[in-house]
């Protein structure tokens, strides 16, 4: 409300565990849905900008994407080198699209979203968000199923990107987060290809989904490396994995990346060079230990159950 | 509410900015007083276990302090090499003090605040921060000012660390922000000697405090190094300012570090090591050009104003 | 979200005094608009049904309005007898001028509500509110402001109903809360009018503005009574003043009140009919004894500043 | 916080119905405990004053309680006349107790509450609720099950008043609210006793266990009246069962009960009247016709199970 206070009439609730609730003040509702998949909002917050939330989930907001949609891109991309085509399962908002098309070399790029609704109203309300992404002639959008698109495509893809929703029990994508599609990304790649997930938060309250994709996707790939980024409306660090069957580079020398990324890319990072990179690797010793103790793999007779709309379950961790 | 669903019948409700609000469930209230300089709380947390609340914003809490306090006391420690002397300005749990009594180098750590009822509830009802730390022969605890012990004390410090709670307008610690305390502090210090703050968030809409910090400190000491550690219950990103006057080791090699902490502490770490300092040194690009383009420096007739309970004002930036 | 536990995403937040917010679950958000006059939501909540919020007040809701619109307009249509020309100020979503309509008596009801844009929002997403009142043939809907249609129109009102939103600072409406707007009301009636105005909350903690509103009408009219009716998601008894200028009658025989309006009204009435119209008249002893104990009036140069959006003044008393 | 906005720290935070949420700032903590029956909280709120909350259901506070306890004890007390004995059960914060010692007629009070802890932290931090009634040579306190007292007592009470806790699954309540209950209590009066029973809100959304209790209540005694306050606090009007085997007087004459009153009580009333109690016998049409159409009752084997903490059930059923 211009002039006032606090004074949000209105506020976004995401319960992050059962007893910590992170609340976002909106200043102007600009879509709120029930699609056919999920209940969608997009909002205008007040320090954070414009947020998309789906089912009750924060998605993303204008205010900190860049620390959420550049390290889930280029990370994978510096390591193959020169992507030509790129696959996103996922990514609704556009901006992990965005991110793909500053690779010069990128012929290609694919992005399967279920939620044709969403992508829609994404395209609609937050052009900050795809930047006209959508409309490259380089990117082609398909709705549909992740898992069918996959079942389909032949192994062409040098960079997939896995960019989807928490696998919370009310949402569509718990299976997305399994051994069994793991495998179907793997056979999708081209000889040299990377897969990248957004795979959940590393705090220490709620680390069990991480360490168990991380698990997971070794159990797929020959490498795999977690990484994570400060997100602060997440209201914790946000993890990653990239997995491939060639030994991925943990200690990047800054110089060389940044001499890639000035000659493969167009466009300015706004967090990401070689620095960046080589911090981003650097994952702090608790969570190495919790990844190295970790036995089990999800499976889709197995999978995850991430902590959705304010009921405690078996993935959130008490503290130690 | 053991057995119940999310029902915390109370809050702890604290404004991050003015439009964003974390919530955290109470179990149970173990100490609520207004002191003689502040209101305090100390609670029991769901998720992320006890935690003290001080001028209702969250100072620390048992499920992630580890996160704030070994990045606090560390970097600092393994840049000297071998501390002998640590002050300690503020740091009412005894995490801090808990930390630095790891090095065995050190022989005498004073630990100067200034509400003895916060350290005494903290002693009584916080035993997992401080392990003991207040009972160490090495250690001193002063009741007292910051800004008045360092006037009185020779300079004989190897390393002093301001753990001080932010600067609220409201609260005890907005003039230990400056940079004629920071001159104090560096009069304070012996030749080689290290000087570490806590210095606000380094998210986005936030990072003023933060970059202002890092340029008043370079006005006062020769060298200063920007860093940051995820800690969850903040929901930022937190900063740090480590200054010396000599060169920094911003590329610290992993091995030599571990070798360093092997030979010259004690106890487990939990989340540090020399992988981690080598990820904690290399700041994201954004944090790196917002401290490149400040001007300004914090002084005792422009002191910090940090958003405080609740009032939106200018140390709060809107996203970009 | 259907068949989850609480889980609301979106909340509408109300202060309800500086300490006290009633926070409402909405699962869906049918209009979200800042009108050229206030901050328009209307949302469908969850128990309580369809609401909607001004400036972040709530106006109504679908689940209990009965409880605030009946007795807004029944006790000064069963005191006329037998009204035929009724003008309604503000009454945005309509309710008010449904329960008009139904007393056979009237041929002409005119509403003057200053944001059309709400009128139109109300009439296209709370068809349970209007229920087609706005086509009714006797129905004028003016858009406009209250003082100007007053100073303009002859005595010719037989009832008069002041349905305005709550005089906040901020708001639009604070000046129809004076006792040169009760004159030119008074002036606009015919011999025998009545009019009725809502007049806040009579809440121990908050009754100061329907005390002196009781005070301020008293002033200009011969006879003033105050009455309140429970409205549960107003957290609060909602207090009505009825003036005239001939005696009021505060002890209705119960049988009486029905044969008026068995013969003078259509259609079934959910909470008021004789025995209720009893009970309404009979306010409690620490009410009557406030407004005995009131000495000041609102004026034009002394208007109410009502509790808006999270800033405690004046008008709102503590507790005794 | 004093001197400061809205800021509270910490929230006492109640879910009226699932997507109702009443929240209360605290200024301060006076007692939290888990007592052997219940999570208890005492209190002091800003604008309503000390509150005593228990399984975070909101119980009473001094701002407001004078709305509850004065309805629940005075009506009882004049439909008797002269009332020497009376029992209490439940009734932990000593604000009932207060109110029958008005009654010059009372020769024995005593009042059975099953949960010591809460009768001691009230008659250590509420003394606003118990003004010393605890002191009174007439008081009994009897720390003990309300059942077991009512079986082994002989029939010899004037007045029987049921001040319990909401009949949530999780509390120790719900038993007090069937048949078999209110059987003991018909037995355990004199000839001519009368028997009220706090019974829960009479609001839209919220009433079925107020016109179930109504119905269970005329299954066991030959006349039975429903009346309601509104207590603020509450978001609720409250509702009350009076019981008895002789008719009960639901159209008093003011001016009649003044009389009784004055001579037969001592002290000064806030709210109760002769006129306060002629309004709170007339209740409003829909609450009479859900009376008149309810047709179950609730029994040792059907108990009530109320709205708890945040888990929707049957008892609270949606708006018509």
Chains 1, 2, 3, 4 share one sequence.
Not at 253 to 262: E, F, G, H, R
Request: net charge negative; aromatic share 8%.
């Amino acid at each position: 409300m211009p002039g006032s206070h606090v004074g949000a009439d209105v506020w976004v609730s995401e319960y992050i565990t059962p007893y910590d609730v992170y609340q976002h003040g909106v200043k102007e509702v600009l879509a709120a849905r029930r699609t056919a998949f999920q209940a969608m909002h997009i909002v205008d917050c007040g320090t954070y900008g414009k947020a998309l939330v789906l089912d009750g989930k924060w998605q993303s907001c204008t205010g900190d994407e860049f620390l959420y949609h550049e390290p889930l891109v280029h990370p994978a991309c510096v390591s193959h080198g020169a992507p030509r085509t790129v696959l996103i399962l996922g990514g609704g908002e556009g901006a992990t699209l965005r991110e793909v098309l500053r690779w010069k070399s990128v012929e290609r790029v694919v992005m399967v979203d279920i939620d044709g609704e969403v992508v829609e109203a994404c395209r609609q309300h937050l052009p900050e968000m795809h930047q006209g992404a959508f409309d490259d002639p380089r990117s082609e959008v398909v709705i549909g199923d992740a898992l069918d698109y996959l079942d389909a495509c032949p192994p062409e893809w040098d960079v997939i990107i896995s960019d989807l929703s928490d696998p919370i029990e009310e949402g569509p994508s718990f299976k997305l987060f399994t051994r069994e599609y793991f495998e179907k990304c793997r056979r999708a790649l081209r000889a040299g290809g990377r897969f990248v997930v957004q795979a959940g938060p590393t705090s220490p309250g709620e680390m069990r989904l991480h360490v168990r994709l991380i698990n997971t996707l070794a159990a797929v790939f020959g490498h795999v490396a977690s990484y994570s980024s400060h997100v602060p409306t997440y209201a914790a660090p946000w993890g990653f994995a990239l997995a491939a069957d060639q030994p991925l580079e943990t200690r990047p020398d800054p110089a060389a990346v940044d001499a890639v990324l000035d000659a493969g890319t167009t466009g300015e990072f706004r967090m990401f060079d070689g620095v960046t990179l080589l911090g981003l690797m650097q994952i702090p010793k608790h969570i190495r230990q919790a990844i190295a103790a970790e036995t089990q793999v999800y499976t889709l007779t197995e999978p995850p159950r991430f902590f959705g709309t304010g009921v405690a379950e078996s993935e959130t961790s008490p503290s130690a």
